[in-house]
C-alpha cells in the first residue's frame, strides 16, 4: 500500500515538474509586462507550496512578509519620501514589486521551476514510467518484461519519492545563516570583490584613453586658437572621471581620498573706469578674462597632470589586480585604493590653498554671524530693557511730584517701579546669557549641557565626561551647537528621547546627538543647519548628519582643539 501511494505521489510530482517552465515563463512574460508582475510572482508560489507540502517541508519563514500598506497623513495626503500624492497606487504598486523580486524566497523558486524539470522530473517519472512501460510490453513480444518492470517500479517509488523530497527540501526550505549559507555568501563576496578590483581596472582604462585623447586634441586647439573655449571643459570632464574614481574607492575599500584640486579663481572686478584687467590687457567685458583665469587655473593646477599620470598607473595596476583579485581580492582592493590614493590624493600646495579659501569663507561667515548678533542685541535692548529703563525713569519723575501731595499714590508707583526694574534686570540676565551663558563660564561645558538637557522639554540624557576645559570660543560653539540641535530635534524632528555623548581627545573635542525622531534632516533644505556648519567651521569643525527616514538622526559636532 506504502508504494502504490508512492507511486501515486511520484504522478504528482512529475506533473508539478511539467508545469514549472511553464510557471517561469509565465513570470518572465509578466515581468517584460511589469504591471501584473507581483500578482503573478506571488501566484506562482501556491505551485511551490504545494510542493513543498508534498515533500513535507515547511513553508514558514520562506518568504519576506508583505509591506505594510500606506497610512494618510490628517490631510488625507500620502507621503512618500519627500513627496505628498493623492493616490498612493505607484508608491505601493513600486513597493510590492520590490517586495515580490527582492525575495530570496522567490529567486529560489524560479531557480526550482527550471532546475525541477531535469531534475526532479526525472526522480519522478522513473517509477511511473517503469510501470507505464511494463504495460506497454505487455501487449508486444517483450511480455515476459512486464511482472519485473511494474514490479521494480512499485517498489522503487518510495525511495524514488524519498529522493525527491530530499531534493525539494534543499532547493525550496527557508534558508538558515548555516554552513552552505556562509559558503555562497563568502563566494558571493568574492566574486563582488574580483568585479571592484576590474571595475577600477577599467576606469583607469577609460581614463588612458580619455588621456590620450585630450593630448592627441590639445595641438589642434592651441594651434586654431580654441584653448581658451574648449580646453578647461576637456579637463573638468577628465576630473569627472577621477572624482568617480575617488567616489567608488570610498565606497568599496572605505579610504576617503580628498579633491586635490586649487580653488577657482574669482571673477574679474571691474576698474572704475568700468572695463576688465587681465595682465597689461583691458577687455570691455569679463568673459575673456574670466576664460583666461580658468585657463590658467586648470594649466597651473598639478592635480590636472596627476590626474592624467593617474589614468595610466592605474590601468597597469588594474592588470595585475584582476589576476591577483582572484585570490586575494580584499588585499588587492586595498593596494589598488594605495596607489590611487598616492596619485589622486591633494598635494600641499593643494591642502594650503583649500585651507586658505575655506577660512576666508569662514571669516567671512564670521563677520556676518557678529554683525547679525550685533544687530540682535541693540534690537533686544532697544525694544526689552532700555524701554523700560526709560518708563521706570519717568515713573519715577511722577512719584518726585506726588511724594508731597499724594503719598499714597506715590507708594503704588514705587512698588510697580520696583517690580519694572526687575523685569528689566530678567531681561538684561536673558539677554546675557544669550550671549555667554554664566553657567558656562562659571562651571564649563559639560555641566551647561547638562543644564540645556534640563530645560529642554524632551527626555535628554547626557553621557560621557570632559577631562579638561577648552578655549571660551570653542565652548561657547560646542554650546549653541548642542543648543540648535536640540531646539531642532524638539520642532521639526517631533522626538521624545535624546541622548548627548561628549568626547573629547587630546586634538579634538566631539559630541554626538542622538533623537529618535521621524529623521530626514538634510542641511540643504533648511538655514539652520547650514548656519550651524558655517559657524563651526570658523573653528575648523564640522557637522555631520546621518538621518534616515523614518530615524533615528545622528549629529556629529566636530571641534578641534589642538
Not at 546675557?432 to 538637557?453: C, M, N, Q, S, Y
Not at 524632528?493 to 535624546?498: E, L, T, W
Not at 581627545?505 to 538634510?522: F, K, Q, Y
Not at 567651521?537 to 589642538?562: E, K, M, Q
Amino acid at each position: 500500500m506504502r508504494a502504490i501511494r508512492a507511486l501515486v505521489r511520484s504522478s504528482l510530482l512529475l506533473a508539478l515538474a511539467l508545469a514549472g517552465p511553464l510557471a517561469f515563463a509565465f513570470v518572465v512574460l509578466s515581468l517584460c509586462l511589469v504591471l501584473p508582475a507581483p500578482r503573478v510572482i506571488v501566484s506562482t508560489r501556491r505551485l511551490t507550496r504545494l510542493a513543498r507540502r508534498l515533500a513535507g517541508v515547511s513553508n514558514e519563514g520562506v518568504y519576506w512578509d508583505p509591506p505594510a500598506p500606506l497610512v494618510p497623513e490628517p490631510d488625507g495626503l500620502y507621503r512618500v519620501d519627500d513627496k505628498l500624492m493623492k493616490s498612493p497606487w505607484w508608491p505601493e504598486f513600486e513597493r510590492r514589486l520590490d517586495w515580490a523580486t527582492d525575495d530570496p524566497g522567490a529567486r529560489r523558486d524560479m531557480i526550482w521551476m527550471i532546475t525541477n524539470f531535469f531534475v526532479g522530473g526525472v526522480l519522478a517519472a522513473l517509477s511511473p514510467g517503469a510501470v507505464v512501460a511494463g504495460v506497454w510490453l505487455l501487449f508486444t513480444s517483450w511480455w515476459p518484461a512486464t511482472v519485473p518492470l511494474v514490479v521494480a517500479g512499485v517498489l522503487a517509488a518510495p525511495a524514488l519519492v524519498g529522493v525527491h523530497n530530499q531534493w525539494t527540501s534543499t532547493m525550496l526550505r527557508a534558508k538558515r545563516d548555516g554552513r552552505m549559507f556562509r559558503f555562497w555568501a563568502w563566494v558571493r563576496r568574492r566574486i563582488t570583490q574580483w568585479w571592484h578590483a576590474t571595475a577600477l581596472f577599467l576606469l583607469g582604462f577609460a581614463s588612458t584613453w580619455f588621456t590620450l585623447l585630450i593630448m592627441a586634441g590639445a595641438l589642434f586647439v592651441h594651434w586654431f586658437g580654441l584653448w581658451s573655449i574648449v580646453w578647461r571643459p576637456w579637463i573638468e570632464a577628465g576630473r569627472v572621471l577621477a572624482n568617480l574614481r575617488r567616489e567608488l574607492i570610498r565606497e568599496w575599500t572605505g579610504t576617503t581620498i580628498p579633491l586635490p584640486y586649487l580653488p577657482k579663481p574669482p571673477p574679474p572686478r571691474p576698474r572704475p573706469d568700468g572695463m576688465y584687467r587681465r595682465g597689461r590687457q583691458l577687455y570691455k567685458k569679463p568673459t575673456m578674462p574670466m576664460r583666461l583665469a580658468m585657463y590658467r587655473w586648470v594649466m597651473t593646477d598639478p592635480a590636472t597632470w596627476r590626474d592624467f599620470a593617474s589614468g595610466p598607473v592605474d590601468t597597469v595596476v588594474g592588470l595585475f589586480a584582476v589576476v591577483a583579485s582572484i585570490f586575494a581580492p580584499r588585499r588587492v582592493l586595498r593596494w589598488q585604493a594605495r596607489v590611487s590614493k598616492a596619485l589622486l590624493a591633494p598635494t600641499k600646495a593643494a591642502e594650503l590653498a583649500q585651507r586658505v579659501q575655506r577660512l576666508t569663507e569662514t571669516r567671512t561667515d564670521a563677520t556676518d554671524a557678529q554683525a547679525a548678533e550685533l544687530r540682535r542685541i541693540e534690537r533686544d535692548l532697544h525694544d526689552g530693557a532700555q524701554a523700560r529703563l526709560v518708563a521706570l525713569g519717568m515713573t519715577l519723575g511722577a512719584v518726585e511730584k506726588l511724594i508731597d501731595q499724594d503719598p499714597e499714590l506715590a507708594k503704588t508707583m514705587v512698588a510697580k517701579s520696583r517690580e519694572a526694574s526687575a523685569d528689566a534686570l530678567v531681561e538684561l540676565r536673558d539677554l546675557v546669557r544669550g550671549i555667554h551663558p554664566p553657567v558656562l563660564a562659571e562651571r564649563g561645558l559639560a555641566d551647561a549641557v547638562r543644564a540645556l538637557a534640563l530645560d529642554s522639554p524632551l527626555s535628554v540624557a547626557v553621557e560621557g565626561t570632559l577631562a579638561n576645559r577648552m578655549e571660551a570660543p570653542i565652548e561657547s560653539a560646542a554650546y549653541f551647537a548642542v543648543s540648535e540641535l536640540l531646539v531642532n530635534a524638539t520642532k521639526h524632528a517631533r522626538a521624545d528621547h535624546v541622548v548627548v555623548h561628549l568626547g573629547q581627545s587630546p586634538d579634538a573635542l566631539r559630541i554626538t546627538v542622538t533623537d529618535d525622531g521621524r529623521g530626514g534632516a538634510n542641511p540643504g533644505k533648511g538655514t539652520g543647519l547650514q548656519g550651524l556648519q558655517r559657524r563651526l567651521a570658523t573653528f575648523d569643525g564640522s557637522l555631520t548628519l546621518d538621518s534616515p527616514r523614518g530615524g533615528p538622526t545622528v549629529a556629529t559636532v566636530h571641534i578641534p582643539t589642538g
